[in-house]
């Protein structure tokens, strides 16, 4: 068990030898440092919300890791062999091909992003009043799973909820709170367990391999599905290797493997972990839900041979998936947001423990405890680190959590976070240096922080759109 958040693989310690990353940079694409004047007036007119800021406005941007990577010779040289035919594509048999050898199910159907395949899915095997338990809920998921009748239900263990918990899995699924669930409803109420790794929400924290098998083992036995949310499943299997038994020396490319074999299919975001801009697909094993998904395919996204992606972006994702499992790129990709997160937790700022994947969450709650939740800590937060550095982050709270559709009131989660997430292969260890320090800055300057009001709240996913002002 690991109880610290930098391993020694990461070769932290006393005679540390430092690592890089395995690449050298060959384009480059400057970026604009604004003053505090024009940042005043860029959040201002932004309603206080990062999402309606202008790129340019912004120094480093750190509000998601979704398509922001930065694409490989290789995959720049896929995208010049793009076969744009309507139908029947090279460049989809090469998809095809990449996501069966790495991921091993056997039927693909291409998206233009995740949510396309979270859509389909969803229609395709959730009935009016089903239950849906899942490792806590991510936005575009949960949102899927209802508009198709479903109810989710949070089935994440406990620790996932306490940003202080030093255990190793805070992603994985508590089968005690699965089972009575199942008892309760009826196992003909769950068309499927949604597994996903890493937990976005929780902090970017992953699922062990014990838990999936154990999770199959469940499913079989109440003859329940299983599918992953496998948007950020190879860095889910890079914490297996580094922390659980018998792991370490196998590839993170085998585990991958494994990992899926223990569920029944996957849908997935490929512009996180595969190193795109965009593009996405849904995979499964099971040829009826293949059919109605390949059908409904048509209907929203495109031809089954592209789903929503122009032919070079399948090319260049089938590259990028092989880059992605790749051990050094893990490394260095996840030993990146480590680094970060070492320099904040010397400096004894409040963030989520153990560091994840993908981001530093930063406990808003704990910047500013005299900020109700109703006044938007984590809003208020990303807001005020914008206005200090240029840095843009997300919120990762009560806006994102949305209203209970029954009651129509705030849904008020234990974690009131914001999201410092990092592109892949997109900035140095200079970029988090800067943002460390801003970050310091604006913790230093807590007490003279007061909330935001919301003044215009959009019907759906709210956080990407609401407007507040300061209070
Ligand atoms: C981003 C994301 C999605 C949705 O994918 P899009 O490509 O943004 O539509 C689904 N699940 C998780 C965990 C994600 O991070």
């Known amino acids: 068990m690991m109880t610290t958040t930098i391993p020694q693989t990461m070769g932290q310690q006393f005679g540390r030898r430092s690592w890089a990353e395995p690449w050298k940079i060959k384009m480059v694409e400057p970026i604009r440092m604004t003053t505090r004047a024009e940042r005043e007036q860029a959040i201002d007119e932004a309603g206080y919300n990062t999402f309606l800021l202008r790129s340019n406005d912004v120094y480093i941007d750190l509000l998601t890791d979704s398509g922001t990577s930065a694409m490989s010779d290789r995959q720049w040289a896929g995208i010049m062999l793009g076969d744009e035919a309507y139908a029947g594509s090279n460049n989809f048999y090469r998809l095809e091909k990449a996501i069966q050898d790495y991921y091993g199910y056997k039927y693909i159907v291409p998206t233009h992003q995740g949510r396309g395949a979270e859509h389909l899915i969803s229609q395709a095997v959730i009935k009016q009043g089903d239950y849906i338990p899942g490792n806590m809920y991510f936005t575009t998921t949960r949102l899927h799973q209802e508009l198709a009748g479903g109810i989710f239900v949070d089935v994440i263990v406990d620790a996932a909820h306490d940003p202080t918990d030093l255990s190793p899995f805070k992603g994985n699924i508590d089968l005690n709170k699965l089972e009575s669930l199942i008892e309760k409803v009826g196992a003909e109420k769950i068309p499927y367990v949604s597994l996903a790794g890493t937990v976005n929400m929780a902090g970017g924290q992953p699922v062990s391999m014990a838990n999936v098998r154990d999770l199959r083992v469940l ?4 003859n329940i599905r299983l599918y992953l949310d496998a948007t950020r499943m190879a860095e889910n299997c890079f914490f297996i290797q580094e922390r659980e038994e018998g792991y370490a020396d196998k590839p993170v490319a085998e585990i991958l493997r494994e990992f899926c074999s223990y569920t029944d299919g996957a849908w997935m975001s490929s512009k996180k972990d595969h190193l795109v801009n965009i593009g996405g697909w849904l995979a499964v094993n099971d040829e009826d839900v293949f059919d109605k998904a390949r059908n409904m395919v048509v209907v929203y996204e495109g031809l089954h041979t592209y789903g929503g992606m122009s032919g070079r972006d399948m090319e260049a ?88 559709p029954e009651t129509g009131d705030h849904r008020y989660p234990a974690l009131e976070l914001v999201r410092l997430t990092i592109p892949r292969r997109v900035y140095t260890q200079a970029h988090m240096d800067v943002t460390a320090e801003a970050v310091r ?31």
């Open 441 to 471: 800055a604006v913790y230093e300057n807590r007490e003279n922080t007061n909330g935001l009001n919301m003044v215009y709240e959009p019907d759906y996913l709210r956080f990407f759109q609401a407007r507040f002002e300061r209070l």
């Open 219 to 222: 499913c079989d036995k109440h």
């Open 317 to 404: 994702l089938a590259i990028g998936i092989s880059e992605s499992v790749q051990d050094d790129h893990l490394r260095a990709r996840i030993g990146q947001v480590y680094y970060l997160g070492e320099l904040l937790t010397d400096w004894q700022i409040p963030i989520v423990q153990p560091v994840g994947g993908h981001a530093i969450f930063l406990d808003a709650k704990k910047f500013y405890p005299h900020i109700s939740q109703d006044k938007f800590p984590a809003q208020t937060l990303a807001s005020e680190l914008y206005l200090e550095s240029g840095i843009r982050a997300m919120e990762r709270g009560v806006v994102s959590a949305g209203r209970d």
